[in-house]
Structures are given as structure tokens and as C-alpha cells.
């Protein structure tokens, strides 16, 4: 199935971990840039929908691309959302990118029959079915979910240590011991 939202599961936990040295939106763009052939595939009615784009190869061209528009993208559209994010630097997009396209090998190798992630050096899928759609679904939940609390976990402290600095600063300027 094209541009499922299960991809983006691993990218929070992805972000959870890297920080300011994730971008989650080139991420997301990456998945949706590597399920364009399977979504013509499915409007066409082709045999194989997961084809060149989904191997070692055409993941590392794709997650190129991605690193590549990635970047000015993101601004662009983060800019009058007014969201504040760290400044996505150049590296920080081509790894994002990257690690969408491979990580969205990783998981789709699992679930589909016509996928040969190995072409041209392999035939076949070694991948497939090394663990239950379901159990693959639960996991990449289990990893969104997890990523979504560290992050707002995270959040909520700075937040507290801001107060709990300006509060201190209250408190020495009336002349009070700091508590
Ligand atoms: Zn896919």
C-alpha cells in the first residue's frame, strides 16, 4: 500500500534520537517519493508494483533526491506555519533522506512478495515474511509511539527548567535565598 502512515513510526523514533540531527519532514517526504511507483503501478495495473525503487539502489538515488529537495521544502513550508525547528543543515537532510528510503526498504522487504531489494548483485526477497505484517505494523507503531513520548517528554522538562531558572531569578532579584 502506498504512503502508509506505519513508515513514520520508525522516523519519530528516529527524531527522538537525533534530535536536531533528524529532520522528520524530509523523512516524510522520502516515503511519499518512494511509493510514486507503486501508486502508478496500482493506477496502471502493473504485475510488479515494487520495483526498481524499492532496492539497495534505487533507495540511495531516491534518499538523494530527498536530501537534495528535502531541504528547501521543509522550509518552505515549515516557514509560515510558524512552527519553530532547528535549522535543517545539508548533511542533516541527506541523512534524513537516506534513512527514510532505507528504513522504508527495511520494512516493506518483510511484507511484499515482488519486491527483489538486492537487484541487480541478488533475485529474490530474503526479507520476506521474517516476521508477520501485523507484528511489523504493532512494532513501527510501538516505535512512533515511543519516539512521540521521549519527544514531548524532552519538551515538557525544558520547559520546566525554563520556569524553574526564571523563578530562581525572581527570587534573587527580591533579595531571597534561591530554592
Ligand atoms: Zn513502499
Redesign the pocket.
Known sequence: M?F?PF?LGPGAAFKAVGGKHFSFMVFGGA?VL??I??LIGIVQGWPIL?GM??TLLGALIIGLVAGAIGKPISEFVLRPLRIRHHPISRPVSFLSGLLGTYS??G??AVM?RDMEPFWPLAAGNPLLGLMSVEGLHVLCLAAGLLGLLIIAGRALFSQFQRSATRRGRGRMRRGAPPG
Request: charged share 20%.
Open positions: 502506498p502508509t513508515h516515503q518512494m511509493d511507483e507503486p515494487h525503487t524499492h522504508h526498504i520494512l516493506d511484499h
